[in-house]
Nanobody
Framework: QVQLVESGGGLVQAGGSLRLSCAAS????????MGWFRQAPGKEREFVAA????????SYADSVKGRFTISRDNAKNMVYLQMNSLKPEDTAVYYC?????????????????WGQGTQVTVSS
């Protein structure tokens, strides 16, 4: 049984930082592309960042480039999202997702496994 469990969300002021973590179990973690998505109230789920199984290839949404960094530790089955210079428009529920693939994928519909999400709220 595959499980993805996010943690690290919370309330932060604009300009602040948060580090999200996602613990994966029940899958061959090192063979899965890992992604972060987010969904704000009244909006569709959107891509944030993704990382290849080796960590050698990444992709970011334009809105977070230069502010967010995705990383993974295959020995610990963990993926992280370091979020700096946070803005109120980053407020959303953030989801960790996984798909067995070689190339980085940005489309949510392709991902097989999803976590329950963690709330990030950025106050102005």
């Amino acid at each position: 049984q595959v499980q993805l469990v996010e943690s690290g969300g919370g309330l932060v002021q604009a300009g602040g930082s948060l580090r999200l973590s996602c613990a994966a179990s029940g899958l061959t973690f090192s063979r899965h592309v890992m992604g972060w998505f987010r969904q704000a109230p009244g909006k569709e789920r959107e891509f944030v960042a993704a990382l290849s199984w080796s960590g050698g290839s990444t992709s970011y949404a334009d809105s977070v480039k230069g502010r967010f960094t995705i990383s993974r530790d295959n020995a610990k089955n963990m993926v992280y999202l370091q979020m700096n210079s946070l803005k109120p428009e980053d407020t959303a529920v953030y989801y960790c997702a996984a798909v067995r693939n070689v190339l980085v994928i940005t489309e949510a519909r392709v991902y097989n496994y999803w976590g329950q999400g963690t709330q990030v709220t950025v106050s102005s």
